[in-house]
T-cell receptor, first 114, second 110 residues
Framework: SAVISQKPSRDICQRGTSLTIQCQVD?????MFWYRQQPGQSLTLIAT?????????ESGFVIDKFPISRPNLTFSTLTVSNMSPEDSSIYLC???????????FGPGTRLTVL | QKEVEQDPGPLSVPEGAIVSLNCTYS??????FMWYRQYSRKGPELLMY????GNKEDGRFTAQVDKSSKYISLFIRDSQPSDSATYLC??????????FGTGTRLTVIP
């Protein structure tokens, strides 16, 4: 399985600001995914990021709120823009295995918005 | 109706007990069935992965899939305190999107 790291591991932010979360993988991967895990709720896919193309967003998530970059095959960023307390959550990146059937997750970024 | 239903627990068992965790689903297009374990303040870790009905065993863990009933289970034998975590069921169609349950929090008491 791939080794995935995320930065920052946690942050406390003020309403109206933005935070960029970084995800680094130790091997080249085609697809990277960004999920949100809110308290008491299931993990929800925000978007899928392929290198060299625009990210694909799931219903309920928009690029203006969650812009994503994917500059190469080992790195991606997710920005949470114009934050409100409702954005307080754990944000996780994941990658697909080389066989394409399994997904592995990073440690997550715990975001609190005041 | 939610696509995935999972009892959130919490579930508390004594060390050595057999644990049964369950999920039901409604989407007939789900082809792949997974269990993840998530320790506190960590990302989910893939435990079991299967794509067919029946049982799959890996050490103390057994994943069971019943496609006709749209029901999956994870059994943990000889449970240990280190098994204390939240267990998430997850499903996939042929596409890449994973659909998760809300997770069951398990505590194994020494």
């Amino acid at each position: 399985s791939a080794v995935i790291s995320q930065k920052p591991s946690r942050d406390i932010c003020q309403r109206g600001t933005s935070l960029t979360i970084q995800c680094q993988v130790d091997s080249q991967v085609t697809m990277m995914f960004w999920y949100r895990q809110q308290p008491g709720q299931s993990l929800t896919l925000i978007a899928t990021a392929n290198q060299g193309s625009e990210a694909t967003y799931e219903s309920g998530f928009v690029i203006d709120k969650f812009p994503i970059s994917r500059p190469n095959l080992t790195f991606s960023t997710l920005t949470v823009s114009n934050m409100s307390p409702e954005d307080s959550s754990i944000y996780l990146c994941s990658v697909e295995s080389s066989g394409g059937n399994e997904q592995f997750f990073g440690p997550g970024t715990r975001l609190t918005v005041l | 109706q939610k696509e995935v239903e999972q009892d959130p627990g919490p579930l508390s068992v004594p060390e050595g007990a057999i644990v049964s965790l369950n999920c039901t689903y409604s989407n007939s297009a789900f082809q792949y069935f997974m269990w993840y374990r998530q320790y506190s303040r960590k990302g989910p870790e893939l435990l079991m992965y299967t794509y067919s009905s029946g049982n799959k065993e890996d050490g103390r863990f057994t994943a069971q899939v019943d496609k006709s009933s749209k029901y999956i289970s994870l059994f943990i034998r000889d449970s240990q305190p280190s098994d204390s975590a939240t267990y998430l069921c997850a499903f996939r169609t042929g596409a890449n999107n994973l659909f998760f349950g809300t997770g069951t929090r398990l505590t194994v008491i020494p």
